[in-house]
């Protein structure tokens, strides 16, 4: 049978599973005293402006009709799986529908299909906001993660990444070929949030940013066009979708810059008592103000569930362990460290992945995050201070390094505008009892309102939790403006919002 007979067959099954929710969602309405979600039982959703918008079968329908993918409602078997996020804190949002995109020229139906019915709308890839805006309450989620593939073309060091592609994805195809782009630390993250929020990793020091690494992308704007931009070719786009996050449009393909680097890489983690913590400290801040590209030092408290707690300097050098040997040997001078030091070679794709067991989907997070540009013991010294405070089990604050060559890229050359940063910030909690969750939130909050004000240096907008949404202005600086004018051109009505939001003129923030 050739493909297109198959495809056809495909689409036909679709179609009737989709007639059968649909008769099965009509069955719940007539047949019981469902009280529930009424929207997804009659086809009732949210619209862009959180009114309500009715959408009868034969329009949902269509929507199917005009999809290789799927569209999944809340009766379709896959739908309770598919619209959970990483952050357990807002799995309560229940979607419309989920438009299960498997082709660019998908992603445009569904943003047409929205548009004309006024429908909210999230875009999904990875899962992993923090805050939850890859999904939403009635409205209609565009789900990317069928759009995965990993194109290597090696001679060239590039490699073209779907849209909903995941970092594990990318980094395991770039690899083969010894050739890896700056990526996320956690295998499961999406390339889509990522790469057009920032994108900080292992090798941002070394390579810069992920945004630095895009060569081009091809975008489905607001009005439903499949657009390509890059250097010549739609350039103020190309420029807002490095870090302006979801704002511009869905992007259905990266082309990325590919590095050649060793299959292994350093790295290492050396854990100090608290009572050298102010030592640990001034070390940490001397000795990373002057790290080559190639080494990234973090500084860690820790409260833990158990035992005592501990601070510590840990990172990676894209080297071996002989060398990143030799370049700490000056963290001596803080004597023996606790525990088991760990200094060793391991293959970039495994450190990649190294943490998803500890940050599984489904857990509950909370993280508030600062930049700061210079490294500055007033600060050091305050934190310790508010982290000596009475522990709160599990809270953790990082000082994770930035500079290098990502630093080295002018404001002005890309949308992603926190280029002075030296360090990030980071104070986090989770948990697994959604009970625990408002007193741990009131907790670290109360930390962090005395942290903030110390910091100089704006926040990261994928790592924000609960920051400010009106400080997109101070956050984005000199590139605000630009920003502003580029997101009235292609997105005058704020049609994608569920984001850091980029309000266009005239308009005002969305509320959904
Ligand atoms: C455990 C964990 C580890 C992390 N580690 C890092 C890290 O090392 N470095 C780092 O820089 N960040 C890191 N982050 C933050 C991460 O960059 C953001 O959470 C990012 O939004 C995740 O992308 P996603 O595709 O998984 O998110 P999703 O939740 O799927 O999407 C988030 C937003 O991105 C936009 N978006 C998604 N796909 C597309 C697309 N194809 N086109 C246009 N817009 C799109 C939408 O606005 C959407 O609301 C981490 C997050 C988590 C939860």
Not at 289 to 297: F, K, T
Not at 383 to 407: C, D, H, K, T, Y
Request: charge should be positive; aromatic fraction near 8%.
């Amino acid at each position: 049978m050739d493909r297109f007979r198959q495809l056809d067959r495909h689409r036909v099954a679709r179609r009737e599973a989709l007639k059968g929710a649909l008769r099965s969602a009509v069955a719940i309405t007539a047949g019981s005293a469902f009280t529930g979600r009424a929207y997804a039982a009659e086809t009732k959703a949210t619209g862009y402006k959180g009114n309500k918008v009715t959408l009868s079968d034969a329009a949902v329908m269509d929507l199917q009709k005009s999809l290789r993918g799927a569209v999944l409602l809340p009766t379709s078997p896959d739908y309770e799986e598919t619209r959970k996020l990483w952050n357990g804190e807002f799995n309560n949002l229940n979607p419309a529908m989920i438009a299960k995109v498997a082709t660019a020229e998908d992603v445009q139906n569904a943003v047409r299909f929205a548009r004309a019915h006024d429908l909210l709308v999230a875009v999904r890839c990875g899962g992993h906001s923090y805050m939850g805006q890859s999904s939403c309450d009635g409205g209609l989620v565009i789900d990317m993660r069928a759009i995965g593939d990993v194109q290597v073309d090696a001679a060239a060091k590039t490699a073209r990444v779907g849209g909903g592609a995941l970092l594990g994805a990318m980094d395991a195809a770039t690899m083969k070929y010894g050739l890896a782009t700056t990526a996320g630390v956690i295998a499961h993250t999406g390339i889509g949030g990522l790469a057009t929020g920032g994108g900080q990793g292992r090798l941002q020091r070394n390579f810069g940013m992920t945004v630095d690494n895009i060569r081009g992308v091809e975008v489905v704007t607001a009005d439903g066009r499949l657009l390509k931009a890059n250097a010549t070719e739609n350039a103020d786009l190309y420029w807002a979708v490095r870090g302006g996050g979801g704002n511009f449009g869905i992007v259905t393909a990266f082309d990325m810059q590919l590095h050649a680097i060793d299959p292994k890489v350093t790295s290492y983690n050396f854990a100090f008592p608290m009572s050298r913590v102010k030592d640990a400290m001034k070390f940490y801040l001397d000795f990373s103000a002057n790290a080559p590209d190639s080494l990234s030092v973090s500084f860690g408290l820790r409260s833990p569930e158990k035992g005592e707690a501990t601070c510590s300097i840990s990172g990676g050098f894209i080297g071996t362990p002989q060398a990143a040997e030799k370049l700490l040997e000056p963290i001596k001078v803080l004597g023996t460290p606790v525990g088991t030091p760990r200094l060793s070679d391991i293959e970039y794709v495994k450190i990649q992945s190294a943490g998803d067991a500890a940050n599984p989907h489904g857990g509950h997070y909370y993280m508030r995050v600062a930049y700061q540009n210079t490294p500055d013991m007033k600060l050091g010294e305050h934190v310790i201070e508010v982290m000596s405070r009475a522990p709160v089990p599990g809270l953790n604050l990082g000082f994770s390094q930035q500079g290098g060559a990502g630093a080295r890229v002018p404001v002005e050359a890309t949308a992603y505008a926190n280029r002075p940063a030296q360090y990030q910030l980071a104070l986090q909690t989770k948990w697994e009892d959604p009970a625990q969750g408002p007193d741990l939130i009131k907790k670290v909050r109360e930390r962090w309102n005395d942290i903030k004000p110390a910091t100089n240096g704006g926040f990261y907008v994928n790592h924000a939790a609960d920051e400010d949404m009106n400080e997109a202005a101070k956050n984005y600086g000199a590139n605000y403006p630009r920003l502003v004018e580029i997101k009235t051109k292609y997105d005058p009505t704020n049609f994608f919002h569920r984001n850091f939001n980029i309000v266009p003129k005239k308009q005002s923030a969305q509320k959904t």
